[in-house]
């Protein structure tokens, strides 16, 4: 179990069944092999190219920077994932970089772990400014959980880090509205005002989140501060994680609720990932 203290903050004391508690606190239900929940279950291992670097879509490619979270979320589709073999440490970043200015198709970075923003700012700066000088590279795109954890991590050192030739998205991992206090809000200003767009992505858990009031309370308050809600996902069926899963049936009805609550703008897509497909599958 690992959960950084302004989180711990936001959990109520004495609430067995807090959203943001069921999401870090083990549970023994983990313990429990349900058929079809696997320890890969995207078979990422298979589209590992080099040391750090997945394949899996056209146009763009995956760079696992670390294997470093600020948060264990009992849910994670990579708490299996072989960290020790797959992340790209700084002294093993070549063999990824030049596979990438090698294929004129990439025309995207997607940084993800782990989580890269617990990279320091240095490190994350060397990453950006060796990636901008690929040329076939146009857009950095930055999946991450820390702007919602711990909103202290956004400083003027991170934000000088994203000031280079490629454009930065920046993709926030949050599940429930209760994840955004004050200082979140004053994070994700800080960075839409430093121009740099931003976008979320949930996972549909449940007893977290699986009702209609807390995802149109969850995407309200995230559309009111610039962010766009982009993706819920159906769960990954990752080994110890199935007492999250929501049956798809139930996923569609909460999202027709959605669009006959809310703005378009702020009704995500719902997704499945589904392995070997090109793009994921939009339920």
Known sequence: MLVPRPYVARIRPGDAADPLLLQ?????????AMPGFVQDPLAETETLQEPGLLAKYASRVLMVTTGACAVH???CFRR????QD????????????????ADNSIREVILSGGDPLTLTDAGLQRLVDR???????????????LPIVIPQRVTDGLLACFRGRLTTWMVLHVNHAA??????AEALGRLVDAGIPLLSQSVLLRGVNDRVEILAELFERLADLRVVPYYLHQLDRVAGAAHFHVPETTGIKLMAALRARLPG??????????V???NKTIL
């Open 24 to 32: 870090v606190l083990p549970s023994g239900e983990e313990l429990v």
């Open 73 to 75: 979320c009992r849910f």
């Open 80 to 83: 299996h994932f072989p960290y």
């Open 86 to 101: 797959a992340v790209a440490r700084s002294w093993r970043w070549e063999p990824a970089l030049a596979r990438i200015a």
């Open 131 to 145: 990636l901008a000088l690929l040329p076939n590279l146009s857009r950095l795109r930055v999946h991450t959980r």
């Open 179 to 184: 994840e955004i206090d004050a200082a979140v």
């Open 265 to 274: 703008y702020m009704v995500p897509r719902y997704v499945r990932e589904t």
């Open 276 to 278: 070997g497909e090109p």
